[in-house]
């Protein structure tokens, strides 16, 4: 079945064949007249009822309401007036253009005129529509309630017994979802062929599974994966979840088009690049222009600097009350959610904002109190005044820390998993510009006063920078001098740091190892921590992929006893064209995957353990995407956490012998399997034999006619002299002398 | 298991066969002559030179006395095996992919290729043994026209009783090797995949067909029920039953317009094992550094050769190892 837009209804998703659909329950409720003319006018309502001889007075007055919108004239408003030479309070509006007299639907329905009167404007045709008799029922009918059905779990996945994992994979045409299975080949959950027409992607929870189609986008789930939700935004290209799975946002290059009668979309939406949905009612909150195409000519009148689509365009704080969005330069605008009214009314003007992150966890910091979410932006240098980092706080929209940088060319912002620190790496030129070097400053969120610490400029410049989640360590990749010749790998060094052991909180940063003269590029932390994947990834000549651990249960080197942290490598893999690297939501899997979108050589994926050792290789013609299902917090409370942690021998103990027993089976069963495979062949052959004489004896054939022998003139093979054997005489010169006579 | 190379080719090998005795190797490739080896150390035995173009098939008669070529220059000659004479030039309008003698020698199959308004055909030619080798029958006995899809291989089952074609469009037709009529034809393999190899087993009950689909099947010559898949990783060339182990050996790689700035690890120019019953993979020999064009196997299982893109011909005479080798269940019912 190809789950698409096409087929709307629930029940296609059972059809092998897409059926003819019946729309006309469809195409009389959003039928469209076209009526030649008509569209350009429109009925104004809520007028002040005036006697005739005021009636143009009030017509000039309205012209000047009216031409805001675009253009009409005296001539092209009709006020009808009654008998009693009053007017009825409405009027009719010409417009040059069917456009405008949408506009003016759009911008004038609901303005008041004055303190008395509010206008009410309607197309013309609308009026007619919906106005005309029996298009309403005369009597109130009271809105039938739908019985109440059950819906399907939608985290059931999470209730398997052996506490496995899923994960999504797109591979050709075809999409399916699978069980983890160590290094047993995955266990289908479902496949379908066209699920996707761009790619897939999970919700933060794991909740929903995005398809995305030229119509839109599509959530499935439940244990069969059926349709959840649909979110028409034609030409969709990216999509993102809110943290907590409540909003979607959709973004399409091509601005929207809505056809009048569109079941979801109204005009709010026409011309509109974004929206953002909510996923439980499945309708638009409300819809954006994207920011990037709109962008003027660059600010510092330089070439005018590549357009970029800003994505994620609208980031979420981590409770998803508020969700705000940057335009360039000029300011961040705040949105409270569920209304999507602009948080006090006007966007937060930062002249020269270049970017901005939510701390991704809701943060108590020392001695406030009240209620806030947090966000750190920075602006560079403008004229003689300092880049600048600072940390808002939201909703009071305070600046809580600020910190003034010099000779600054990029910043990136970094907040720890939650919201602990954040660090800004700061790329600094020397006064000439000639030469790079990298900052790190850490704002120490939770302390008092926001203390920030600055780790030692760092020579080379840092191409990459992770933070542990849920710890204070963090690892990063320096990028040396790039030898001349672009085939080599520029040789980058990994560097690891983390805070020296200081009673219960954390102290300074500090260098822990560098390893130099590697060619990664890439660093993935184990979700849970302790452990991290560094990877050279893309690249055409180098494919290792480091597995470390941070904690390594071993002896520890004397000079690093005061940090927390014992760094040891565990192993290091080699997979041929590396693409991406995925841990599994648990961090015990590490996935890593060459995908076709990047090059067609050898694609697949591997499953590792965390540590590195090689469950199974997947080579998989066209694979596109892997995903890992995300799962959503554990439930369990601190206390309890740490009681599974003790007992961890035990659990151990069991799961140990849970294994070998499914181990046993299945071996049972392989061997089961070849048995009665054998057992067929052996009869197969046998009666093929028995076939065969019976064939020559209705021929009358002897028994040896297919051999040589037959022939005529054959030399007599014997069959009885068997293997025969060759003698070869092999000469070699052992010594060559040669001799001078004279 | 050290391979004896015999390099006596100059450009890329078509077809590879072992005599009955298996003592002799024949080999053809595009370069327009063909070599006799012996097997056994690969000293080359002579060569015999007349066609004209590419030669794309080879096979060598059940008694070892004549030898059919089939080549790009539109012909099929027969050559005294012993003295390299060229006794018999059959002329066709097109190619000949093709060419296979049956179990009893006294007949042989030629497949021509589709082109210039020729549609494809099997033609089949009736070979005799007597004195003068010089004195064959000019004219087919039975035609075979292909209206569907062209055949690309083809052979002989069981006492010639039917001709088994492979086709470009990936299906298999058995053919009664009498009356040329079309008795079946399944689409064993994806639409559109041509089968480049059919190779019979020993007593030619069932036979291998490997495709470009990336899979080699096993089916049975009596009616074509797909008896076993081999799925590999790459596009296939030639794929052979080895006798006395129930084992398989494919051959192919990237095809070679296909091999860019590709290393050896990425073009997959190895000679894959599988085991015949149990279709799981059990080896791989690695050596050729183009793909693998043809494999044939030692009549008594003992030896294989393969012939590559790269224009060598690797002889592997198989180690203890090879013969030991054994599934736990097999070795369970040998013991019964």
């Not at chain 1, 797109?170 to 266990?187: A, H, I, L, Q, S």
């Not at chain 2, 004219?139 to 075979?144: F, H, M, N, Q, W």
């Not at chain 2, 039953?241 to 494919?250: A, G, N, R």
Request: aromatic share 10%; charged share 25%.
């Amino acid at each position: 079945m190809a789950p698409s837009f096409d087929t709307l209804t629930e029940q296609d998703l059972h059809e092998e064949e897409e059926e003819e659909i019946d729309f006309s329950d469809l195409k009389e409720q959003y039928e469209v007249k076209i009526e030649e003319g008509l569209d350009t006018f429109v009925v104004i309502d809520g007028l002040p009822v005036v006697p005739e001889d005021s009636r143009q007075k009030l017509i000039k007055f309205l012209l000047r309401k009216l031409n805001t919108v675009g253009h009409t004239s005296e001539d092209a408003v009709f006020m009808p007036i009654n008998d009693k030479n009053m007017s009825e309070g409405f009027a009719f509006v010409e417009y040059e253009t069917p456009e405008q007299a949408v506009a003016a639907v759009k911008q004038l329905h609901g303005v008041p005129l004055d303190k008395k009167h509010t206008l009410a404007v309607n197309k013309l045709m609308d009026i007619d529509r919906y106005g005309r008799e029996g298009r309403i029922d005369e009597e109130y009918k009271p809105p039938t309630i739908e019985p109440f059905k059950e819906k399907e779990h939608l985290r059931s996945w999470l209730g398997d017994a052996n506490a496995r994992d899923q994960f999504a994979l797109y591979r050709n045409d075809k999409v399916g979802v699978f069980w983890n299975n160590k290094n047993n080949p995955p266990e289908n959950v479902v496949d379908r062929a066209h699920w996707t027409q761009l790619f897939v992607q999970w919700s933060p929870k794991g909740t929903y599974l995005a398809s995305v189609h030229p119509q839109g986008v599509q959530l499935w789930g439940g244990p069969a994966f059926s349709k959840q939700k649909q979110f028409p935004h034609p030409f969709v290209q990216l999509v993102e979840f809110s943290p907590g799975e409540s909003y979607l946002t959709t973004w399409s290059a091509r601005p929207i088009q809505v056809e009048e009668g569109h079941p979801v979309l109204t005009y709010e939406e026409d011309g509109k690049n974004i929206i953002i949905w909510d996923i439980v009612t499945g309708k638009p909150l409300r819809s954006f222009v994207s920011h990037d195409l709109t962008a003027g000519p660059g600010a510092e009148g330089d070439a005018q600097p590549k357009k970029k689509v800003q994505w994620p365009a609208f980031k979420w704080s981590a409770d998803e009350k508020y969700v705000a969005r940057m335009l360039q330069n000029q300011s961040i605008s705040i949105y409270e959610l569920p209304r999507m009214n602009l948080l006090g009314k006007t966007s937060v003007k930062i002249d020269g904002v270049m970017d901005f992150e939510w701390s991704p966890a809701t943060v108590n910091r020392e001695g406030v109190k009240q209620y806030e979410q947090l966000l750190c932006f920075w602006t560079p240098e403008i004229g003689s005044n300092p880049a600048r980092v600072a940390l808002m706080s939201v909703p009071s929209k305070e600046i809580v820390r600020t910190r003034n940088l010099f000779n600054v060319s990029d910043v990136k912002l970094h907040w720890q998993s939650q919201g602990t620190y954040v660090c800004v790496k700061v790329d600094r030129h020397s006064k000439s510009k000639k030469s790079m070097a990298t900052n790190l400053e850490i704002f120490r969120v939770r302390e008092k006063g926001v203390p920030v610490e600055v780790v030692d400029s760092l020579k080379d410049t840092v191409i990459n920078f992770a933070w542990e989640p849920n710890g204070g360590r963090f690892v990063l990749i320096t990028n040396g001098e790039a030898p001349s010749g672009a085939a080599v790998l520029p040789k980058t060094s990994v560097s690891f740091f983390a805070p020296e052991k200081k009673g219960v909180s954390a102290g300074n940063f500090k260098l822990v190892r560098t390893i130099e003269k590697k060619t990664s590029n890439a660093i993935y932390w184990s979700p849970k921590g302790r452990f991290v994947v560094v990877a050279t990834v893309h690249s055409q000549t180098s494919f290792d992929i480091d597995f470390w651990d941070m904690d390594f249960e071993g002896e520890k080197p004397e000079g690093e006893k005061d940090l927390a942290a014992n760094l040891q490598l565990m192993k290091t893999v080699e997979h041929y064209g590396v693409t991406d690297i995925d841990w599994d939501p648990t961090g015990r899997y590490v996935v890593s995957s060459a995908s076709v979108w990047t090059h067609s050589m050898e694609n697949g994926y591997n499953i590792h353990t965390f540590a590195g050792q090689t469950l199974a290789e997947h080579p998989t013609d066209k694979f596109k995407q892997f995903i890992w299902r995300p799962r959503p917090a554990t439930l369990l409370s601190k206390e309890e956490q740490k009681q599974v942690r003790k007992n961890l021998r035990e659990y151990s103990k069991e799961f140990d012998e849970e294994d070998k027993y499914a181990v046993d089976i299945a071996n049972t069963a392989v061997v089961e399997t070849r048995k009665r495979v054998l057992n067929e062949w052996v009869a197969w052959i046998r009666r093929e034999k028995e076939f065969l004489a019976e064939d020559k004896d209705a021929f009358g054939v002897p028994e040896d006619v297919d051999s040589a022998k037959q022939a005529r003139d054959a030399p007599a093979v014997s069959d009885d002299q068997g293997e025969t054997v060759v003698e070869e005489i092999v000469e070699e010169i052992i010594e060559e002398n040669e001799e001078v006579i004279g | 298991m050290r391979p004896i190379l015999l390099s006596g080719h100059e450009r890329s090998l078509n077809q590879i066969k072992f005599n009955r005795d298996g003592d002799l190797i024949f080999s053809v490739a595009k370069d327009k002559i063909v070599c006799a080896w012996w097997s056994a150390n690969g000293e080359r035995l002579g060569t015999y030179t007349g066609h004209q173009g590419a030669i794309w098939t080879v096979d060598v008669s059940p008694n070892t006395i004549l030898l059919a070529t089939g080549s790009a220059d539109n012909t099929v000659r027969l050559w005294n095996v012993k003295t390299g004479e060229c006794v018999k030039v059959w002329d066709f309008p097109t190619a000949v992919k093709r060419v296979e003698f049956t179990p009893d020698g006294s007949r042989l199959l030629a497949v021509t290729e589709k082109r210039m308004g020729f549609l494809g055909t099997i033609a089949v030619l009736d070979i005799a043994y007597g004195e003068d080798l010089t004195s064959q029958a000019d004219e087919p006995s039975l035609r075979i026209t292909c209206e569907e899809s062209k055949a690309t291989v083809a052979g002989w089952s069981f006492m010639g009783k039917y001709i088994i074609a492979g086709h470009e469009d990936g299906s298999v037709s058995q053919y009664d090797g009498k009356t040329g009529e079309q008795l079946e034809n399944v689409q064993a393999h994806e639409f559109d995949h041509q089968i480049n190899d059919l190779q019979f087993s020993t007593d030619r009950t069932y036979f291998i067909t490997a495709s470009k689909d990336k899979s080699a099947k096993l089916m049975s010559a009596r009616n074509l029920a797909i008896l076993k898949t081999y799925v590999a990783d790459t596009p296939l060339n030639s794929a052979t039953i080895t006798p006395k182990k129930d084992y398989v050996i494919l051959g192919g790689g990237q095809a070679a317009m296909d091999v860019t700035t590709t290393s050896a690890r990425q073009g997959k120019f190895e000679a894959r094992f599988y085991h015949k019953v149990f279709e799981d993979e059990i080896g791989r020999v690695r050596g050729h550094f183009g793909p693998l064009n043809t494999v044939h196997v030692h009549p008594n299982g003992t030896a294989y050769a393969s012939g590559g893109e790269d224009g060598y011909v690797r002889v592997h005479h198989f180690d203890k190892s090879y013969f030991d080798f054994m599934y736990e269940v097999e070795r369970e019912q040998m013991r019964r």
